[in-house]
């Protein structure tokens, strides 16, 4: 059974970071691309960011890039989004998603993925 798992999220002023992160079981990471998305209320559900697991290859959202971070730990089956220089608009629930296929462009349509965890909150204040 697949199963991810988030866990990370929280409060933290603008400008500051956190790190989430997203276990994953039940299927093997070479051969997946696991995405990051949010969706803030009222709003549609957004790619923020995938990896790659064969060969770590990264893809970000324009409103994200030079700011968010992926990566990997093959290892252990987790995958993290390291966040930094919050800003207010960032405040969403952050939602993993595993696809059994290796993305390039359809990364950041959520049909395209087939396994998704529960959220968490990530709440940015000014």
């Known amino acids: 059974e697949v199963q991810l798992v988030e866990s990370g999220g929280g409060l933290v002023q603008a400008g500051g970071s956190l790190r989430l992160s997203c276990a994953a079981s039940g299927f093997t990471f070479d051969d997946y691309t696991i995405g990051w998305f949010r969706q803030a209320p009222g709003k549609e559900r957004e790619g923020v960011s995938c990896?790659?697991?064969?060969?770590?290859?990264?893809y970000f959202a324009d409103s994200v890039k030079g700011r968010f971070t992926i990566s990997s730990d093959n290892a252990k089956n987790t995958v993290y989004l390291q966040m930094n220089s919050l800003k207010p608009e960032d405040t969403a629930v952050y939602y993993c998603a595993a696809a059994p296929r290796l993305l390039r462009s359809l990364w950041v349509l959520p049909n395209t993925y087939n396994y998704w965890g529960q959220g968490t909150q990530v709440t940015v204040s000014s």
């Open positions: 990896i790659r697991g064969s060969d770590g290859r990264a």
